[in-house]
């Protein structure tokens, strides 16, 4: 059983379009995260959730929106898209902040 | 200066060779220390998880965390093909902070 999925694996796009990432974790965990991989392989969080609540909003152009319908669900919704969003996203979740975070196999977004 | 600083490698090694992966870090207040594997195309997996200072061993793998040198390391011991992949560090102070991951380390071990 997948611990933490994320839909869809690809997304190729044009610049200026909106599209959206979807994540869902079926751990029981109350945290979520959204982290984005460049590629330098360089890991770096974007935003984080506790029992749907925003915890940590990184410096993130307001383009990005978080949406957390439940605590097993954090979405990633992406506005206007541009060359330099190229990256992979990954989902991840803990059982709290100070537990290890378990993270999904990434989306991989290429931007024409 | 970063945070966190990890070598990136290329590190090679034969088969059955010890590898001493490290990172040093600058904020005395971390304190939850992690070591994540990530294959090509894969998510980051949890190694070793370890709290404070201190050594914690599982199977081949060893962490240890020297607080006052501010510097963790991982040991693989005979280690495998199946070992070669991107080894990252992370750490955290804890409660509502965010952890900070290294840049990774790129590990290829050949038999």
């Known amino acids: 059983d997948t611990a933490v999925s994320q839909t869809p694996k690809y997304l190729v796009t044009q610049m200026g379009n909106d599209k959206s990432i979807k994540c869902e974790q079926n751990?029981?965990?109350?945290?979520m995260y959204w982290y984005k991989q460049d590629s330098k392989k360089f890991l770096k969080i974007m935003f984080s959730?506790?029992?749907?609540?925003?915890?940590i909003n990184e410096t993130v152009p307001n383009r990005f929106s978080p949406k957390s319908p439940d605590k097993a669900h954090l979405n990633l919704h992406i506005n206007s898209l541009e060359l330099g969003d190229s990256a992979v996203y990954f989902c991840?979740?803990?059982?709290?902040?100070?537990?290890?975070?378990?993270f999904g196999d990434g989306t991989r977004l290429s931007i024409l | 200066q970063k945070e966190v600083e990890q070598d990136p490698g290329p590190l090679s090694v034969p088969e059955g060779a010890i590898v001493s992966l490290n990172c040093t870090y600058s904020?005395?207040?971390?304190?939850?220390f992690m070591w994540y594997r990530q294959y090509s195309r894969k998510g980051p997996e949890l190694l070793m998880y370890?709290?404070?200072?201190g050594n914690k061993e599982d199977g081949r793998f060893t962490a240890q965390v020297d607080k006052s040198s501010k510097y963790i390391s991982l040991f693989i011991r005979d280690s495998q093909p199946s070992d070669s992949a991107t080894y990252l560090c992370?750490?955290?102070?804890?409660?509502?902070?965010?952890?900070?991951f290294g840049a990774g380390t790129r590990l290829a071990v050949h038999p």
């Open positions: 751990l029981g965990h109350d945290t």
């Open positions: 959730y506790n029992n749907k609540e925003l915890i």
């Open positions: 992370a750490m955290s102070a804890g409660g509502y902070n965010k952890l900070i």
């Open positions: 991840a979740s803990s059982q709290s902040q100070d537990q290890p975070q378990h």
């Open positions: 904020n005395s207040a971390f304190q939850y």
């Open positions: 370890t709290y404070s200072s």
